[in-house]
């Protein structure tokens, strides 16, 4: 029987739409409003006023925060189909803010629930050995050998140097 090539899968702006719910907990929570249109090249915090700055961490860090994310638009339909074609690793840094690891298992339950345990890996440096890393930042892909994608989020609109992918559509039309 063929070996299927190992595919690793991040979580935060890949699969989970992290930026969205940061949008809105600053819009319901302070009043600010923050546009993705602004966010080109900056992370998230680097937009809010004085006084705010330092806030998403305790966002981030409080338990629940990840548990309602929404799917980025498309994973849901492109995902049983790379199953089929790759043994495919959903690969977070999950480890840096530890209430996630309950919330991002939980999210993965109900969203991708044909993706055992097994295949689950909550890390800090993603030191994996698969043949392709779908991501969004493009620390996880020093000293990574394999064929790494870029998947587009605000915060790397300016980064060239990588293979990117700009959506769930151009996932699947270049690996399945």
Request: with cysteine; net charge negative; hydrophobic share 45%.
């Amino acid at each position: 029987m063929e070996q299927k090539a190992r595919l690793a899968i991040d979580m935060d702006e890949v699969l989970a739409d992290t930026i969205d719910k940061f949008i809105e907990v600053y819009r319901q929570d302070h009043q600010t409003e923050i546009l993705l249109e602004e966010m080109s090249g900056k992370e998230f915090h680097q937009l809010l006023p004085a006084g705010l700055d330092h806030s998403w961490r305790a966002y981030i860090n409080s338990p629940g925060f990840f548990r309602d994310l929404k799917v980025m638009p498309g994973a849901a339909e492109v995902m049983p189909e790379l199953c089929k074609k790759y043994d495919v690793y959903i690969v977070s840094a999950a480890m840096e803010f530890k209430n996630s690891l309950v919330d991002k298992l939980d999210w993965l339950e109900e969203h991708f629930p044909y993706i055992s345990w097994k295949n689950i890996i909550f890390c800090g440096n993603k030191i994996v050995d698969v043949q392709i890393m779908i991501d969004d930042r493009i620390r996880n892909f020093a000293n990574f050998k394999g064929r790494s994608l870029l998947f587009s989020s605000p915060h790397n609109h300016l980064i060239t140097e990588f293979e990117r992918v700009n959506n769930w559509h151009e996932v699947a039309t270049k690996l399945l």
